[in-house]
């Protein structure tokens, strides 16, 4: 490995480490009364839930979201203080719950990816259109690579 190459990794693990340390203070912030989980379950739910399905059940949630039930209850019980998602009975067993977004949880949803996009529209006008296409295949490339890295690794800490 050359020095140059050397000088340029450091240069990426840098700006990669600054992008995720900016991803997570937009996460972490808590948006109105929600906290970051809340809108991981909020977001969860609008991506997986049609209007003529019955819902989801907190362990499916849980489940897909590997976060334990009782916490998904806690934050399904505070949106729904909150009048974002409903609980309905399963009409084919009515023991089990089902969960949905309210309309204003539709509408929140919606404030919330109209927000990002014009975020992303805002890059999009700071870098150009084609270094924006750029970027973006670029950052789908190294994220690809990293995934496959993060499974190699975690593959040989098994195998030791």
């Not at 991981?40 to 609008?46: K, N, T």
């Not at 924006?132 to 190294?142: G, T, V």
Request: negative net charge; charged residues 25%.
């Amino acid at each position: 490995m050359s020095d140059q190459q050397k000088k340029i990794a450091k240069q990426l693990m840098e700006s990669y480490f600054q992008s995720q340390v900016g991803g997570n203070m937009m996460q972490n912030r808590s948006i109105y009364n929600q906290k970051p989980g809340e809108i991981m379950v909020l977001y969860f739910i609008s991506v997986n839930v049609t209007d003529d399905s019955p819902g989801l059940m907190v362990s499916e949630i849980s489940g897909k979201l590997n976060v334990t039930s009782p916490t998904v209850t806690q934050h399904i019980n505070s949106l729904e203080a909150q009048e974002l998602v409903e609980r309905h009975a399963d009409p084919a067993d009515r023991r089990v719950v089902r969960i949905q977004l309210s309309d204003n949880g539709k509408k929140y949803i919606q404030r919330i990816n109209d927000a990002r996009l014009n975020m992303f529209v805002g890059l999009v006008n700071h870098l150009g259109e084609e270094e924006s296409l750029l970027f973006a295949e670029m950052m789908r490339k190294a994220s690809d690579y990293m995934l496959e890295q993060q499974e190699f690794y975690l593959r040989s800490l098994r195998n030791e």
